[in-house]
C-alpha cells in the first residue's frame, strides 16, 4: 500500500553507513583485491590467501560488501560488482583524460601553490592522514 510523501519525508534512515573501503580495513583490503581482477571471480578460501586480512573476517566482510551492492556472489564465487566496477573505471578515466589535458600537477607545483595560496591547506599531521 503506497504512503504519502509527507509520511515518506518522515521516515528516519536507519543510519547504515557505506563500508569503510580505507587501505587499512579488512573491507578496503577485501575489496580492492576483487577490484584490481575485475575480470575474475574467487573463492573465498582463494580470496584469504591473496589478501592479508585474519581468514575469519573474510566471509562477513564478503556478505557486508555484497548487501552494499559493492560485489557480487555466485555459487562459491565471489566477484566486484558489474556496476561498482564502471564506476570506479569512469572515475580513473576521468581522472587520467583530465591529467592528460593540463598534465597533471607535480609535487614542485603543489608546493608552489602552497607557498602563495590565500588559504593554504593546513600541514599538520591531522591533515596528511586524510
Do not use: C
Amino acid at each position: 500500500m503506497p504512503i504519502s510523501k509527507d509520511q515518506f519525508q518522515t521516515i528516519e534512515d536507519k543510519g547504515e553507513s557505506l563500508p569503510d573501503l580505507g587501505p587499512d580495513t579488512t573491507q578496503g583490503a577485501v575489496y580492492r583485491f576483487l577490484l584490481e581482477h575485475a575480470d575474475q571471480a574467487f573463492r573465498q578460501r582463494e580470496i584469504v590467501d591473496e589478501v592479508d586480512v585474519p581468514a575469519g573476517s573474510v566471509g562477513p566482510t564478503l556478505k557486508r560488501l555484497e548487501e552494499h551492492g559493492v560485489v557480487e556472489h555466485r555459487d562459491q564465487y565471489w566477484a566486484v560488482s558489474d556496476a561498482e566496477h564502471a564506476v570506479v573505471s569512469a572515475g580513473f578515466h576521468g581522472a587520467a583524460t583530465a591529467d592528460e589535458i593540463d598534465g597533471g600537477f607535480s609535487d614542485d607545483d603543489v608546493d608552489a601553490w602552497m607557498e602563495n595560496a590565500v588559504d593554504p591547506i593546513d600541514d599538520t599531521e591531522d591533515h596528511k592522514e586524510q
